[in-house]
Nanobody, 114 residues
Framework: QVQLVESGGGLVQPGGSLRLSCVVF????????LAWYRQALGKQRELVAR???????YYIDSVKGRFTISRDNGENMVHLQMNSLKHEDTAVYYC????????WGQGTQVIVSS
C-alpha cells in the first residue's frame, strides 16, 4: 500500500520560513506527479503546488514567488520550501499524488501567527 508521511510543520511568525518534507513508501517506481495540498480550518482542501519527474512545476497564484516545490525522484520524496509566510498560509499540509490522490497521511500543521 502507498503510505505518505509528512513532516516539518510548526509555529512560525509572519515572514518566517518552513521546509516541509514528504516520504512516499511502498512505490518501487517514480511517481509522475507529486503534490502538496492544504486545508485551512473551515475550508476545502486545495492544491498548493505540484511537480513532475521532468522538473515541471505548478503553483497556485497565492504562493507563487514564496513557495518552492522540489523532489527527489529516486527516493519518491517531495519538499515544500515556504518563505515569507502569511497568516493565510495557516493550514494542515498534505502530500499526495496528482491528479488522483491515494490514501491521505496525517498531514503536518503549519501555523503562522505573531
Amino acid at each position: 500500500q502507498v503510505q505518505l508521511v509528512e513532516s516539518g510543520g510548526g509555529l512560525v511568525q509572519p515572514g518566517g520560513s518552513l521546509r516541509l518534507s514528504c516520504v512516499v513508501f511502498g512505490v518501487p517506481f517514480r511517481i509522475p506527479q507529486l503534490a502538496w495540498y492544504r486545508q485551512a480550518l473551515g475550508k476545502q482542501r486545495e492544491l498548493v503546488a505540484r511537480a513532475g519527474t521532468d522538473e515541471s512545476t505548478y503553483y497556485i497564484d497565492s504562493v507563487k514567488g514564496r513557495f518552492t516545490i522540489s523532489r527527489d525522484n529516486g527516493e519518491n520524496m517531495v519538499h515544500l520550501q515556504m518563505n515569507s509566510l502569511k497568516h493565510e498560509d495557516t493550514a494542515v499540509y498534505y502530500c499526495n499524488y496528482w491528479p488522483t490522490g491515494r490514501s491521505w497521511g496525517q498531514g503536518t500543521q503549519v501555523i503562522v501567527s505573531s
